[in-house]
């Protein structure tokens, strides 16, 4: 039996499914945030939109800012902040459930669309003001939230309503500024 008519196919068919195995992981990972294992920007803004058209009266967009996160860093270190970050993402993956989408867009800001969670939004915001193990310290940590409906606006609409609501919202608002 001739081998090399199967070896002339089967080579480059084994060498493009690897390739597309490594693009594949290499394209999730990006989605990925390395320290929290929330989606990215990129990662959440697909799926969130999809979760918005397919449920557009029940579904609402949340912005979250933990409150002077700088401190946190400043004071104890950044492994703290980044036990802070992962505490929080732990929490919100938990909050969210199966229903609903969590990311860390970045620093320390959060987003999640959710549906039918209008009635735990308070559990969340009191999830968000457990202190933090770190070492053999409790970190005190606060966060800011802010909701929005999208009905049939788009997901960048929701953030940005989300996203005055919560600085509305945050601590000493009136002297605070837009970052």
């Not at 294992?37 to 979250?64: K, M, N, Q, S």
């Not at 860093?73 to 989408?101: I, S």
Request: proline share 5%; hydrophobic share 45%.
């Amino acid at each position: 039996m001739d081998l090399a008519p199967l070896l002339a196919a089967g080579v480059p068919l084994l060498g493009w499914t690897a390739h597309s195995t490594f693009l594949a992981r290499r394209l999730t990972t990006a989605r990925r945030d390395p320290l929290t294992g929330l989606l990215t920007r990129d990662g959440f803004t697909a799926r969130a939109e999809r979760l918005i058209r397919r449920h557009p009266e029940r579904t609402t967009v949340l912005l979250i800012d933990l409150d002077d996160f700088k401190a946190v860093n400043d004071t104890h270190g950044h492994a703290a902040g980044d036990a802070v970050l992962a505490a929080t993402a732990r929490r919100l993956v938990t909050w969210c459930g199966a229903d609903g989408l969590a990311a860390r867009l970045g620093g320390d800001e959060f987003a999640a669309v959710v549906l039918d969670a209008d009635h735990r939004i308070p559990d969340l915001r009191g999830l968000l003001q457990h202190p933090v193990p770190h070492g053999t310290e409790l970190m005190s940590v606060s966060a800011s939230v802010g909701t929005s409906h999208p009905g049939t606006h788009l997901l960048t609409e929701a953030l940005s309503a989300a996203d005055r609501q919560m600085y509305a919202a945050k601590p000493g608002a009136r002297t605070a500024r837009r970052r």
